[in-house]
Protein backbone atom coordinates (compact mmCIF):
# COMPACT_ATOMS: atom_id res chain seq x y z
CA UNK A 1 0.00 0.00 0.00
CA UNK A 2 1.03 3.72 -1.27
CA UNK A 3 1.45 5.93 2.02
CA UNK A 4 1.05 9.87 1.94
CA UNK A 5 1.52 11.67 5.20
CA UNK A 6 0.11 14.74 5.61
CA UNK A 7 1.52 17.17 8.08
CA UNK A 8 0.19 20.95 8.96
CA UNK A 9 0.58 23.62 11.67
CA UNK A 10 -2.18 25.54 12.43
CA UNK A 11 -2.40 28.05 14.97
CA UNK A 12 -5.95 29.71 14.07
CA UNK A 13 -7.97 26.46 11.54
CA UNK A 14 -6.93 28.08 8.21
CA UNK A 15 -4.29 25.81 7.40
CA UNK A 16 -5.99 23.13 9.15
CA UNK A 17 -8.93 23.44 7.17
CA UNK A 18 -6.66 23.07 4.19
CA UNK A 19 -4.75 19.87 5.07
CA UNK A 20 -8.20 17.96 5.21
CA UNK A 21 -9.20 18.71 1.86
CA UNK A 22 -5.85 17.92 0.63
CA UNK A 23 -6.12 14.59 2.41
CA UNK A 24 -9.23 14.05 0.95
CA UNK A 25 -7.66 13.82 -2.23
CA UNK A 26 -4.93 11.55 -1.09
CA UNK A 27 -7.81 8.72 0.28
CA UNK A 28 -9.95 9.28 -3.04
CA UNK A 29 -6.91 7.54 -5.05
CA UNK A 30 -7.10 3.93 -4.98
CA UNK A 31 -4.34 1.91 -3.40
CA UNK A 32 -2.91 5.07 -0.98
CA UNK A 33 -3.42 5.46 2.25
CA UNK A 34 -3.35 8.98 3.93
CA UNK A 35 -1.76 9.64 7.57
CA UNK A 36 -3.34 12.93 8.45
CA UNK A 37 -0.79 14.56 11.06
CA UNK A 38 -0.43 17.90 12.68
CA UNK A 39 3.56 18.65 12.94
CA UNK A 40 3.68 18.68 16.82
CA UNK A 41 2.54 14.82 15.95
CA UNK A 42 5.11 14.01 13.39
CA UNK A 43 8.31 12.46 13.88
CA UNK A 44 11.00 11.19 11.74
CA UNK A 45 9.39 7.35 11.67
CA UNK A 46 5.97 8.82 10.01
CA UNK A 47 8.46 10.68 7.55
CA UNK A 48 10.04 7.40 6.69
CA UNK A 49 7.32 4.91 6.66
CA UNK A 50 5.55 7.52 3.97
CA UNK A 51 6.26 8.22 0.42
CA UNK A 52 4.79 10.94 -0.14
CA UNK A 53 4.75 13.84 2.56
CA UNK A 54 2.66 16.84 1.84
CA UNK A 55 3.60 19.84 4.45
CA UNK A 56 1.25 22.54 5.15
CA UNK A 57 2.20 25.55 7.16
CA UNK A 58 0.54 28.99 7.88
CA UNK A 59 2.66 31.83 5.83
CA UNK A 60 4.72 33.81 8.76
CA UNK A 61 6.65 36.97 7.80
CA UNK A 62 6.49 35.24 3.85
CA UNK A 63 7.89 31.86 4.59
CA UNK A 64 7.18 28.73 6.51
CA UNK A 65 6.36 28.80 10.43
CA UNK A 66 9.47 28.52 12.58
CA UNK A 67 7.66 24.92 13.94
CA UNK A 68 7.60 23.67 10.43
CA UNK A 69 11.06 24.59 10.21
CA UNK A 70 12.09 22.64 13.53
CA UNK A 71 10.56 19.52 11.91
CA UNK A 72 12.77 20.22 8.94
CA UNK A 73 15.42 20.53 10.86
CA UNK A 74 14.79 17.51 12.77
CA UNK A 75 14.65 15.43 9.70
CA UNK A 76 18.68 16.21 9.50
CA UNK A 77 18.98 12.97 11.81
CA UNK A 78 17.31 11.01 8.32
CA UNK A 79 19.21 12.57 6.36
CA UNK A 80 19.41 10.61 2.70
CA UNK A 81 16.91 8.77 3.91
CA UNK A 82 14.00 10.76 2.03
CA UNK A 83 15.45 10.76 -0.96
CA UNK A 84 13.08 9.95 -3.46
CA UNK A 85 10.59 10.50 -1.89
CA UNK A 86 7.15 12.63 -3.22
CA UNK A 87 6.60 15.91 -1.71
CA UNK A 88 4.31 19.13 -1.59
CA UNK A 89 3.42 21.63 -0.14
CA UNK A 90 0.23 24.15 0.96
CA UNK A 91 -0.09 27.31 3.13
CA UNK A 92 -2.90 29.89 3.94
CA UNK A 93 -1.90 33.54 4.29
CA UNK A 94 -3.22 36.65 5.78
CA UNK A 95 -3.13 38.47 2.04
CA UNK A 96 -2.77 38.08 -1.57
CA UNK A 97 0.52 38.85 -2.49
CA UNK A 98 1.64 38.86 1.32
CA UNK A 99 4.25 35.82 0.66
CA UNK A 100 1.94 32.57 -0.06
CA UNK A 101 4.26 31.45 -2.93
CA UNK A 102 7.20 32.25 -1.15
CA UNK A 103 6.06 29.88 1.49
CA UNK A 104 5.19 27.11 -0.46
CA UNK A 105 9.02 27.54 -2.01
CA UNK A 106 10.29 27.59 1.25
CA UNK A 107 8.70 24.60 1.91
CA UNK A 108 9.47 23.27 -1.44
CA UNK A 109 13.12 23.89 -1.13
CA UNK A 110 13.47 22.50 1.86
CA UNK A 111 12.31 18.99 0.15
CA UNK A 112 14.51 19.23 -2.30
CA UNK A 113 17.59 19.62 -0.24
CA UNK A 114 16.20 16.42 0.99
CA UNK A 115 16.43 14.59 -2.58
CA UNK A 116 12.62 14.86 -2.38
CA UNK A 117 10.61 14.64 -5.83
CA UNK A 118 8.14 17.69 -6.55
CA UNK A 119 5.90 17.50 -9.36
CA UNK A 120 4.38 20.86 -9.92
CA UNK A 121 1.12 21.65 -12.37
CA UNK A 122 0.42 23.67 -14.90
CA UNK A 123 -3.25 23.42 -14.05
CA UNK A 124 -3.96 26.03 -11.08
CA UNK A 125 -1.21 27.21 -8.13
CA UNK A 126 2.14 26.02 -9.38
CA UNK A 127 3.69 26.20 -6.34
CA UNK A 128 0.74 24.09 -4.07
CA UNK A 129 -2.51 24.96 -2.72
CA UNK A 130 -3.11 27.79 -1.34
CA UNK A 131 -5.73 29.86 0.61
CA UNK A 132 -5.86 33.28 1.65
CA UNK A 133 -7.38 33.30 5.25
CA UNK A 134 -10.54 30.82 5.37
CA UNK A 135 -10.23 28.43 2.23
CA UNK A 136 -13.57 28.82 0.09
CA UNK A 137 -14.81 25.94 -2.26
CA UNK A 138 -12.09 26.86 -5.18
CA UNK A 139 -9.63 26.77 -3.00
CA UNK A 140 -10.46 23.32 -1.12
CA UNK A 141 -11.06 22.07 -4.98
CA UNK A 142 -7.35 22.73 -5.89
CA UNK A 143 -6.26 21.56 -2.59
CA UNK A 144 -8.19 18.21 -2.95
CA UNK A 145 -6.36 18.13 -6.50
CA UNK A 146 -3.05 18.37 -4.57
CA UNK A 147 -3.54 15.21 -3.17
CA UNK A 148 -4.90 13.60 -5.84
CA UNK A 149 -1.79 14.31 -7.85
CA UNK A 150 0.60 13.52 -5.34
CA UNK A 151 -0.92 10.43 -4.59
CA UNK A 152 -0.73 9.63 -8.26
CA UNK A 153 2.29 10.10 -8.56
CA UNK A 154 3.76 8.52 -5.59
CA UNK A 155 1.73 4.96 -7.10
CA UNK A 156 2.95 5.73 -10.38
CA UNK A 157 6.85 5.53 -9.18
CA UNK A 158 5.98 3.08 -6.61
CA UNK A 159 4.61 1.01 -9.61
CA UNK A 160 8.02 1.50 -11.30
CA UNK A 161 9.55 0.10 -8.10
CA UNK A 162 11.47 3.27 -7.47
CA UNK A 163 9.50 4.01 -4.12
CA UNK A 164 9.84 0.64 -2.19
CA UNK A 165 13.85 0.99 -3.01
CA UNK A 166 13.85 3.95 -0.84
CA UNK A 167 11.58 2.62 1.84
CA UNK A 168 13.65 -0.31 2.49
C1 LIG B 1 3.50 35.52 13.33
C2 LIG B 1 2.61 35.70 12.14
C3 LIG B 1 3.15 36.10 10.95
C4 LIG B 1 2.36 36.25 9.81
N1 LIG B 1 2.93 36.64 8.64
C5 LIG B 1 2.16 36.76 7.54
C6 LIG B 1 2.74 37.15 6.30
O1 LIG B 1 3.94 37.36 6.16
N2 LIG B 1 1.92 37.24 5.22
C7 LIG B 1 0.57 37.00 5.30
O2 LIG B 1 -0.12 37.09 4.29
N3 LIG B 1 0.00 36.60 6.47
C8 LIG B 1 0.75 36.47 7.58
N4 LIG B 1 0.19 36.06 8.76
C9 LIG B 1 -1.22 35.64 8.75
C10 LIG B 1 -1.38 34.10 8.65
O3 LIG B 1 -0.57 33.57 7.62
C11 LIG B 1 -2.82 33.69 8.34
O4 LIG B 1 -3.68 34.22 9.31
C12 LIG B 1 -2.96 32.18 8.27
O5 LIG B 1 -4.13 31.85 7.54
C13 LIG B 1 -3.01 31.54 9.63
O6 LIG B 1 -3.12 30.14 9.44
P1 LIG B 1 -3.76 29.21 10.57
O7 LIG B 1 -5.22 29.63 10.74
O8 LIG B 1 -3.66 27.84 10.02
O9 LIG B 1 -2.99 29.38 11.82
C14 LIG B 1 0.97 35.96 9.90
C15 LIG B 1 0.41 35.56 11.12
C16 LIG B 1 1.22 35.42 12.24
C17 LIG B 1 0.61 34.96 13.54
Redo the contacts with the bound molecule.
Keep these: MVRVLVTYF ?7 ALAEAVAEGVRSVEGVECVLKTVPQTTNADWLAADGIIVGS ?5 QMASRVKQMFDATVAIYGKLEGKVGAAFT ?4 AG ?3 EMTNMSILTAMLVAGMVVQGTTQGPHFGAFAV ?1 APDEKALQQAREMGVRVATLCKRLAISGQLSAVSD
Design positions: SATGNTKPTYFGTSGGCGHG
